[in-house]
């Protein structure tokens, strides 16, 4: 390979640009202030899955209390939505935190169907 290769900077710009590149085409800024916001927004609510008690943040999601018709509100990308709860253009009171299985387990229903009496 050689320098002079006119493709050779072309596919090495290429080549460093998807290596910063997660799978969902963010890049590693976008994960880390997209992290640092989760993390205010999870301690804002409560910083637990208000039905089992899990407290790690990457493991929870911000569950609508009263389900929003999917039809009425535009689905945010993660970025946006949680500029909007942080800087009060979106209001925190119908959410709460659930972790991924009972969030899971709750899907359309009203709660969550898990055992967590262990
Ligand atoms: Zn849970
Ligand atoms: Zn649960």
Redesign the pocket.
């Known amino acids: 390979m050689t320098y002079k290769d006119p493709n050779y900077q072309k596919k090495y710009n290429l080549r460093y640009r998807s290596n910063k590149k997660y799978k969902t085409g963010k890049t590693a800024y976008d994960m880390k202030r997209l992290s640092e916001r989760k993390i205010i927004l999870v301690n804002l609510l409560g910083g637990k ?1 208000v ?2 008690g899990v407290t790690e943040w990457w493991n929870l999601n911000f569950d609508h209390i009263i389900p929003v018709s999917t039809t009425k509100q535009k689905r945010l990308p993660a970025t946006t939505y949680y500029k909007k709860l942080l800087n009060g253009s979106l209001s925190l009171e119908n959410l709460q935190i ?2 991924s ?2 969030n899971g ?2 899907g359309n229903r009203k ?4 055992d ?1 009496s262990q």
Do not use: D, I, Q, R
């Open positions: 899955c039905c089992c659930l972790c299985g009972c387990s709750k709660k969550c169907n898990l967590h």
